[in-house]
T-cell receptor, first 110, second 112 residues
């Protein structure tokens, strides 16, 4: 089992560019989450999904969109990247309580 | 407002001593509280979960307590080792079936 896999691991974007971060899990989990982690801020929830075809906003959703077309995948999109979106992004999945995290995507917006 | 506070950003202890980390919360009613370990450049890894009706949970050298009256959880690592050096995060739900909310973490350094 691979667990939770994030693609890509690193990316540099120019302001205004768009990109999609992919999260894939092979544990058949219903719940999936996108967090961002910034120094001194801890992990903050961007969006989450409680099942295929559903999404909901978290604490810091502005500037991001998500889709969960398949149970095993959760996509995070940045339509027009801003320097404030420079961060490490973590995807996680769970069956209800314990969360399994991916290895993170380090995104820099210049 | 809702807050989760971990007592300190960084904690240094001597090898062999017990490390105690604190997590306090305000305006949450968690069904459970969890502790995670995060190493540099890696995602958090689950360590322990304690439910609201449990006072204490143990796993090898780890012990977690949960006091819903004080709104506090304590995380202990006994006989600490340099390999225990990492950032430890507490996380809780809010009345169940909600995404985990995380504290900012405590960076533990165990000095040989």
């Amino acid at each position: 089992n691979a667990g939770v896999t994030q693609t890509p691991k690193f990316r540099v974007l120019k302001t205004g560019q768009s990109m999609t971060l992919l999260c894939a899990q092979d544990m058949n989990h219903e719940y999936m989450y996108w967090y961002r982690q910034d120094p001194g801020m801890g992990l903050r929830l961007i969006h989450y999904s409680v099942g295929e075809g559903t999404t909901a906003k978290g604490e810091v959703p502005d500037g991001y969109n998500v889709s969960r077309l398949k149970k095993q995948n959760f996509l995070l999109g940045l339509e027009s990247a801003a320097p404030s979106q420079t961060s490490v992004y973590f995807c996680a999945s769970s069956y209800g309580d314990e969360a399994f995290f991916g290895q993170g995507t380090r995104l820099t917006v210049v | 407002s809702q807050k989760i506070e971990q007592n300190s950003e960084a904690l240094n202890i001597q090898e062999g001593k017990t490390a105690t980390l604190t997590c306090n919360y305000t305006n949450y009613s968690p069904a459970y509280l969890q502790w995670y370990r995060q190493d540099p450049g890696r995602g958090p890894v689950f360590l322990l979960l304690i439910r609201e009706n449990e006072k204490e949970k143990r796993k090898e050298r780890l012990k977690v307590t949960f006091d819903t009256t004080l709104k506090q959880s304590l995380f202990h690592i006994t006989a600490s080792q340099p390999a225990d050096s990492a950032t430890y995060l507490c996380a809780l739900d809010n009345s169940g079936n909600t995404p985990l909310v995380f504290g900012k973490g405590t960076r533990l350094s165990v000095i040989a």
